[in-house]
């Protein structure tokens, strides 16, 4: 600010300095789409995206694909930053969705591949979201050493276990598709906090069907199931396969896309041969055995469908008994179908067995 007058004939000149702090207040609109793809609120966030987005009104955008563009931009920008001033904190927190491919962050490791899984952009949206991280802490909450990265994944696998649950209340989502969506390594040296999974809780179906294979729940016989499991699969274990059923909005059926009742059968033997080696609190359900009569004048064709093992079938008619005795069935993967016919006299009742 220039302000003059005159004294005694000379011209008087003062000069002021005038400082104009820039205030802003948040939007009324903030809270629609620019809450979903830039997060909260904030001065430094505001002023970072007009300058990204050209707009002093980008928040007031009903243009889906604008925001997903913006939310792309914002995320590399504080990225950038990070990396070229690792000393300064982040303070702008952008979160990550599921409608942008975001590339390896610079601080992901083979470390990070062991704990967290070999990176894919979907997966690692996923886990951030469970997990409360953006753009101003993901340095250092999905950074550590061998301790925290320990830590780390017991925490994420926790977070899978309750998404593999919304998965599957979710009804239409195939079993296949759960790893791409959200997977985190489970590791056999780790003792984890284990969530009881929704088919064998579902009241609709599903838990009959898993309680045929493997009874009654209890988060000792599961962590067992998962050790087993993972000791089989190897690379390939995914933690859902072990329940290959899908409740499609009250509709419970086998999943194909996991193998199915098949598989199920699979695990169950998997489970019963590795429980004969031990004595735990807890047991695994043998198989139904399944079996039609037909009688014609002085003849008996029995089907004996099984995949559990058979100790004995008894006919016991009015003047003998004849016992059958059954090798047990070694391979629990087929249904092994055992069919004979006897001419017996007076059939009177027919008893059953199990191991």
């Known amino acids: 600010m ?15 300095k005038v400082y104009v702090k820039e205030a802003y207040t948040k939007p009324d609109k903030w809270d629609m789409m620019a809450l979903t793809y830039l997060g909260p609120w904030s001065a430094d966030k505001q002023i970072m995206v007009v300058k990204l987005s050209g707009r002093n009104d980008f928040y007031a955008s009903y243009d889906y694909y604008q925001f997903v563009r913006w939310n792309l931009a914002a995320v590399d920008s504080v990225r950038t930053l990070q990396q070229t001033a690792p000393e300064k904190a982040a303070t702008i927190d952008i979160p990550f969705t599921t409608d942008n491919t975001y590339p390896k962050p610079w601080y992901w490791t083979t470390r990070h591949d062991h704990y967290l899984g070999v990176y894919k952009s979907d997966a690692f949206v996923n886990l951030c979201n469970a997990l409360e991280v953006t753009t101003a802490n993901e340095a250092k909450r999905l950074v550590g050493d061998e301790t925290a990265m320990q830590q780390l994944n017991v925490q994420a696998v926790h977070q899978m276990m309750l998404k593999y649950n919304t998965y599957y209340l979710d009804g239409w989502r195939q079993g296949a598709s759960y790893k791409d969506n959200f997977y985190v390594p489970m590791l056999p040296h780790i003792e984890y906090d284990v969530v009881e999974p929704q088919a064998w809780a579902d009241e609709q179906g599903g838990k009959a069907l898993v309680e045929q294979y493997y009874g009654s729940y209890s988060p000792e016989k599961y ?3 998962i050790q087993v499991w993972m000791e089989h699969q190897g690379a390939n274990f995914v933690l859902n396969q072990l329940f290959p059923i899908m409740n499609e909005w009250g509709s419970v059926s086998w999943d194909a896309s996991i193998g199915g009742e098949a598989a199920m059968k699979q695990c ?8 004969a080696h031990g004595s735990y609190p807890f047991s695994f359900s043998c198989c139904t055995l399944m079996v039609s009569i037909a009688v014609c004048v002085n003849h008996i064709e029995m089907k004996l469908m099984t995949i559990g093992r058979v100790k004995a079938i008894i006919f016991v008619s009015k003047s003998n008994a004849i016992k059958l005795k059954f090798v047990p069935f070694l391979d629990y993967n087929m249904i092994a179908i055992t069919s004979f016919r ?5 059939v009177h009742s027919l008893k059953k067995w199990f191991l």
Do not use: E, K
Not at 268 to 275: G, P, S, T
């Open 2 to 16: 220039l302000q003059h007058r005159l004294v005694w004939g000379y011209l008087v000149i003062r000069l002021f």
């Open 223 to 225: 962590r067992f199931m």
């Open 268 to 275: 169950n033997q998997l489970f019963r041969n590795a429980a």
């Open 342 to 346: 006897n001419r017996l006299h007076g």
